[in-house]
């Protein structure tokens, strides 16, 4: 089992940036397949970020390429979203995902989940 804690959210001014990170436990993640997605209120859950096992691939959304950045630090079990240059419609809550799959950007391959942390960002 793998449990995911993720922080780093918080309220950020519009042009400003943010660095989530996702800590993981219970057993390493160097073996998974890791994401990002984000949850606005009263929307879908939708994909941010993506990064292979080998973290030679990655993969982002168009609204936010250029802008975040997703990485991983297998030797801390962890893994971080560098946001900048935020827009207020990157409000949402952000949620950690691990998965089997080397590499994915969909949310049903993700197995494992974290609760997520709010990200506001103001005009």
């Known amino acids: 089992q793998v449990q995911l804690v993720e922080s780093g959210g918080g309220l950020v001014q519009a042009g400003g940036s943010l660095r989530l990170s996702c800590a993981a436990s219970?057993?390493?993640?160097?073996?998974?397949?890791m994401g990002w997605f984000r949850q606005a209120d009263g929307k879908e859950r939708e994909f941010v970020a993506a990064?292979?096992?080998?973290?030679?691939?990655?993969s982002s959304a168009d609204s936010v390429k250029g802008r975040f950045t997703i990485s991983r630090d297998n030797a801390k079990n962890s893994v971080y979203l560098q946001m900048n240059s935020l827009k207020p419609e990157d409000t949402a809550v952000y949620f950690c995902?691990?998965?089997?799959?080397?590499?994915?950007?969909?949310?049903?391959?993700?197995?494992?989940w974290g609760q997520g942390t709010q990200v506001t960002v103001s005009s």
């Open positions: 990064m292979s096992v080998s973290g030679r691939y990655t």
């Open positions: 995902a691990a998965g089997l799959r080397q590499f994915t950007t969909v949310e049903r391959d993700y197995e494992y």
């Open positions: 219970g057993r390493t993640v160097s073996g998974y397949g």
